[in-house]
């Protein structure tokens, strides 16, 4: 898990996501599906006493680092949330 504070935290995660491009499935509205290298992760986006936090179920997302499978998934969710807003 990690909170996220601004794209700059996640722009290494963000590249490589752009560069692997994986596919993002909608389990529901900040629940998705992650394909990675070795598995498919479960990314959960939400808030959590007022901070966004990311959760991911691979290795480096359950040590609090921003992984490409979240930058994926947090994209898609900025979309969806702002469709879901208006």
């Known amino acids: 898990m990690f ?3 601004s794209q700059q935290q996640i722009e290494k995660a963000i590249n490589r996501a752009k560069a692997i491009r ?5 389990k529901a509205l900040g ?3 992650v394909e990675g290298h070795a598995a498919t992760y479960t990314v959960t986006c ?12 691979c290795p480096a997302g359950q040590h ?8 994926a ?7 969806l949330a702002e469709q ?3």
């Open 31 to 33: 629940r998705y599906s």
């Open 46 to 57: 939400e808030r959590r006493n007022g901070q966004k936090v990311v959760d991911c179920s």
């Open 84 to 86: 879901t807003s208006h």
């Open 22 to 26: 994986p596919r993002v499935s909608v």
């Open 64 to 71: 609090g680092t921003p992984c490409y499978h979240s930058a």
């Open 3 to 5: 909170i996220l504070k």
């Open 73 to 79: 998934a947090v994209g898609l969710h900025i979309c």
